[in-house]
């Protein structure tokens, strides 16, 4: 087994996915002629390409809430394809985020349609591949505490099993997370989970102290900042705080010089600080990275070792919104299967720890 297929083979979870940032290209050209988009075959493709310094992953987001997503059978098909291509990397277990505020106010789905519609491919992604997947719906922090809110109180509303909590993306410049305090609050009075984007774009630590502090968040999405303040990485350390992490996110791309890049990612500094990582997708289709990608740049750009890989993924299984019963069922059969490939890998290739 050489080191490529021990990385798809690996039992995965994914905690960090944005369901538009999965559109495979054909899906969205499909989309786009169906809905008489006014997009020609160059601005599809911008959209897909990435660059040395990628920007504009957030453009895609809001042209298909805006042109292509037009019934909740859109919506199915979406997450039922993501699931489906996470499935071929082995990936067991996904929460992927939603965001509805987009959905409802700018597509015209309404909130129990759209939510019945990601359900039911969830159900069909089990039955026909085998791989769990649940639904975050996702705060818009460009949008209004008002409509932050009013998504909270539709998710109550419309409470299912397989929509275990909320989180909150899109841009953290000038929209800090003490701005939603209410729709968290609303969130925890009704059994809801929470995790939150914090520290991202570069900005300060002090947002990942507030989203664990004010808004209480069980777990947190990037937090690369927190590198900036090691007394306060050691609490979020102390504290066991999950930390899904993103070896393609486009901010360190951008500001970090080629060859420095992987030396001066804070992912590169957050282990050695106590902190518990797990690596994931963030946007797949657009970062052009799969699970296995994601996982290898662990291993090639940041330095990791082998064992590490072990580590992340009992973190990722730490964070996820399951049962104790099924994390300790799963935990079982994970560890057994990664040693077991690492056996073969180790007996052909020679890998170190």
Not at 101 to 117: C, D, E, P
Not at 217 to 244: E, K, L, M, S, W
Request: a negative charge.
């Amino acid at each position: 087994m050489n080191l490529e297929a021990f990385l798809q083979a690996l039992p995965k979870a994914e905690l960090h996915c944005h369901l538009l940032g999965t559109v495979r290209r054909a899906t969205f050209e499909d989309l786009a002629r169906r809905a008489s988009a006014p997009l020609g075959e160059q601005e599809i493709a911008a959209f897909y390409t990435r660059g040395e310094k990628p920007v504009g992953v957030l453009r895609v987001l809001r042209a298909l809430d805006a042109w292509l997503l037009r019934t909740p059978d859109d919506l199915h098909r979406i997450a039922y394809e993501y699931l489906q291509d996470a499935a071929a990397h082995n990936v067991r277990y996904a929460e992927f985020f939603w965001n509805p505020t987009g959905t409802v106010q700018v597509s015209g789905i309404a909130y129990g349609a759209a939510q019945a519609a990601l359900v039911r491919a969830i159900e069909d992604a089990q039955a026909d591949l085998g791989i769990v997947g649940r639904l975050i719906p996702a705060i818009d922090r460009e949008a209004s505490p008002r409509d932050a809110l009013e998504m909270v109180e539709w998710m109550i509303a419309h409470r299912h099993p397989y929509v275990p909590g909320i989180g909150i993306d899109y841009r953290e410049v000038d929209r800090p997370p003490e701005l939603f305090v209410d729709a968290y609050a609303a969130a925890r009075k009704a059994g809801l989970r929470t995790t939150a984007h914090a520290g991202e774009f570069g900005m300060p630590w002090n947002n990942v102290e507030t989203a664990l502090e004010l808004l209480k968040v069980d777990r947190i999405d990037h937090g690369y900042t927190v590198v900036d303040n090691p007394q306060f990485a050691q609490r979020c350390a102390d504290r066991g705080i999950i930390f899904t992490v993103v070896p393609t996110n486009s901010y360190y791309l951008r500001m970090l010089a080629p060859q420095r890049w992987a030396l001066d990612h804070p992912i590169r500094r957050m282990p050695g600080l106590g902190l518990k990582i797990h690596p994931n997708t963030d946007d797949p289709a657009l970062h052009h990275v799969t699970p296995t990608g994601a996982w290898f740049m662990m291993l090639r750009d940041f330095g990791f070792t082998i064992d590490d890989l072990r580590g992340f993924m009992l973190n990722g299984l730490e964070g996820a919104w399951i049962d104790v019963g099924t994390a300790r069922e799963w935990t079982a059969q994970w560890c057994s299967t990664f040693d077991a490939l690492r056996g073969q890998l180790k007996l052909t290739e020679g890998a170190s720890a």
